[in-house]
């Protein structure tokens, strides 16, 4: 994994020089930096847009008593999103660009968070992102015990019982 990310560190900075390269000397030195500041412009003013549009459906999915899985990922594919737009180079804007649209970023979302493996402490289980993000969807199991659907709450067997008291502190 790190030997991939250090070949990264190499690799994107001389694509980067070598396409600026090529395209100034097409277009011009004033053009090349001025079509950088306005890939920054642009992309800042269009983070600004979808960060809002996915922190309202966050919110949505929160009121509607379910786990925003999705949006959480999408939020930091934004950050790296806004990350690439900042960095000066053609090869970094277009993929910047394309984490910032929605019709390529929520897929690679979902992707992505069924990748990811979460390990339940209680359960002694494993389990994927996507299983735990499925599990809070409107229909299942909700904070409080009660489901949608109006069955019995499901209780782990590992789970601890709690046990509700009172207590005074007598110095």
Not at 10 to 29: K, Y
Not at 32 to 43: E, H, K, Q, R, Y
Not at 100 to 117: C, G, I, M
Request: hydrophobic fraction near 50%.
């Amino acid at each position: 994994m790190y030997r991939y990310l250090l070949l990264l560190f190499f690799l994107v900075p001389l694509l980067e020089v070598w396409l600026l390269v090529r395209v100034g000397a097409h277009i011009g030195p004033w053009l090349v930096i001025l079509s950088i500041f306005a890939t920054a412009v642009i992309g800042a003013f269009f983070l600004r847009l979808q960060g809002f549009s996915t922190l309202h459906r966050a919110q949505g999915a929160m009121l509607s008593g379910r786990l925003p899985a999705v949006e959480m990922v999408e939020g930091v594919l934004l950050l790296l999103a806004g990350a690439l737009l900042l960095t000066p180079g053609y090869a970094t804007d277009v993929v910047g660009f394309l984490l910032l649209w929605p019709a390529s970023r929520t897929p690679l979302a979902r992707y992505l968070l069924a990748r990811v493996l979460i390990v339940d402490p209680l359960a002694g289980a494993e389990k994927s992102a996507h299983d735990a993000y499925s599990a809070s969807r409107p229909g299942q199991q909700q904070a409080g015990g009660s489901s949608a659907t109006g069955a019995a709450p499901h209780r782990h067997p590992h789970q601890p019982e709690v046990l509700e008291g009172e207590f005074t502190r007598e110095d």
